[in-house]
């Protein structure tokens, strides 16, 4: 009773929280409930940011290494798609990609700062020859594909299908090869082993190449830095970058582990294809670099504003430094920090959006410990995201017609409960935060009618007719097989 | 929706599961889902909804924010052989029932589902899924054919604020200073009208 008391005494933070009661309570049934609830719990602060001693470990020898390792800094990629002529041909390149692809094993090793990583969608196991009842064992999202859930999506309008770049969204696209490397030598050597295995196999065509690097000083077109915030994922041995965030569980990135709700993810069948394995979200955003611009410069009074504005949406500093822990003005120092650039959380630091915006972009990416509908954690995907094509030199505000935008690259194990929801619910909503009518303000599906609410004091200021900086030039989902997976597929007699 | 109990009515098939439902009006969506009680269980399912609502917290704003949820009605009928389970709520119904129950914990609903025959094919060592979950929610709904809230337009979030504009509004006018300002700027005018009852 005194433990009640003393819980009850302790306001919102305890009363808000069904647990609180039930840990007061004791006995076995709040032990359950704490045993598996635990990471779930964490959203409201309470979580242990100390690494569970009683994680399953994961099975590293058996997981693409690209599938859990965060992107090399600075770095070179490159993505090519491939379609499958013969099904024999796409499991004999299948085979011959096995040795070139390296495990999730010994992550801080230097040589797996490069990797290759293997990448199948629905038409692309369809074509192998994968028996009909796996094939049916997959998710719904991912065998309907990215393009025939684009209107679900808010990939409307110009970032419809019927604009994206082929063969994006066509059921052409089977296998799916990225090559990431801190260095463009690299890169070429990987690429090269690569292209050795698919050119000499007759029945595999090349049907599509994107190269991107790191733009200067690691920033995204619209002049920003980006892939700052990586998640830890229990068992993986890769630590994440914020301090104040409990680990992850596995099963939200990997096939086969509990996930945060303590139950395992769906997974196709049989064990062997789906274990180990992920989903990998793959978009291709072209970003309106000179209208964000032009739009900056409109609404802000003088230059520092303008910066001030942009950060503000974005909800960091060019350099990478949140908002959060400098409100007023850029610190590079913090930004280039990688101790401290993402070392903070909002309910205490920030619960009304007076430093970083409720709807700014990288809060409703990951709103950490803010006050939200729903429950952060169940929604988060490791983002992987590159570059391409060349920076709009500084200060130019027209337009020049180049290709430039964020390969978007994110992984997850349920493609609806978490990459789904973060685009309708996160980006395309603002519910979540109590903003119904405002959208993400860099990367949501405004079109000129667009409204962003920046909390300040003594008045609030609001940006109005927002246009849409990102269009959505196609996507897929691909399934990233474990290498026992890649060998079974290989193997198929189908 | 299943209006009768059969053999095994609600084994788990994703293929059966039907996205997208629940009537909105406005911003307000709701979900009703209809329950069948296990002979014997009628008490216990009584007292366990009971508490499963009345714990502390449960009924704060906060909660309530986090969950979107308006409103909340549970109810016996039929003699208390059948249970509806109904919320109205700001988000879309799918993407958010992970969270809803997540919240609880799988554990707490635990206390009631265990109640009904939908939920039969588990037990406590064997707890459903969270998809199965979700599944068994989903079959046993039945989407509104009307649904008209009084303030379509205001989320929960929406409503806090405005209640608390009110409480601030207020103040403001049982202040005389605040009272006299409202009546000296006439950019405030549209306030000053609300100040008049």
Known sequence: MDILLALLCHGEAIAGSWSGLDQAMGGPRALLHLASNRAIRADYGEGDVNVDTDARTLELEDIQNGALHPRPSPYFAVYILLRIDVPAAGRELLRRLQPRLASATHPTDPEKQAWVSVGLTFQGLKALGVPQASLASFPQAFREGMAARAESLGDVGRSAPEHWEAPLGSPDVHIAISAISPDADRLAALIDQARMAYTQVAGIEAIWRQDAYALEHERTSFGFKDSISHPAIEGSGIPGTNPKEAPYKAGEFLLGYPDETGSLPPMPQPDVLGRNGTFLVFRKLHTNVAEFREYIRAQGRDRADEELLAAKMVGRWPSGAPLVLAPERDDPELGADPKRNNDFLYKTEDPRGLKCPLGAHARRMNPRDADIIGIQRLHRIIRRSTSYGPMLPDGVMEDDGEDRGIIFVGAATHLERQFEFLKTQWVDDGVFIGAPDELDPLVGAADGEGQFTIPQRPIRRRLNNLPAFVVNRGGEYCFIPSLSALRWLSELDT | ?197
């Open chain 2, 1 to 197: 929706m299943t209006t009768e109990a059969t053999e095994n009515p609600c084994a788990y098939d994703p293929e059966k599961y039907v996205p997208n439902m629940g009537l909105r009006d406005g911003r307000v969506n709701e979900i009703r889902s209809f329950f069948h009680v296990k002979p014997g269980h009628e008490k216990a399912i009584r007292e366990q909804v009971v508490e499963f609502s009345n714990m502390p917290g449960r009924r704060t704003l906060r909660v309530n924010q986090k969950v979107g949820a308006h409103t909340q009605v549970l109810t016996l009928f039929d003699n208390d052989t059948r249970f509806l389970f109904g919320v109205d709520f700001d988000t879309d119904w799918d993407p958010y029932i992970e969270d809803s129950v997540g919240l609880a914990g799988i554990e707490r609903y635990w206390l009631w589902w265990q109640h009904l025959e939908e939920f039969g094919a588990y037990s406590l060592d064997n707890m459903p899924s969270m998809e199965e979950a979700k599944f068994l929610m989903n079959v046993s709904r039945a989407t509104a054919i009307v649904h008209v809230n009084a303030f379509p337009h205001l989320t929960v979030a929406d409503k806090a604020k405005q209640d608390e504009l009110w409480n601030a509004f207020q103040k403001v006018v049982n202040d005389p200073e605040g009272a006299k300002a409202l009546q000296e700027n006439p950019a405030l005018a549209p306030l000053l009208d609300l100040a008049a009852d």
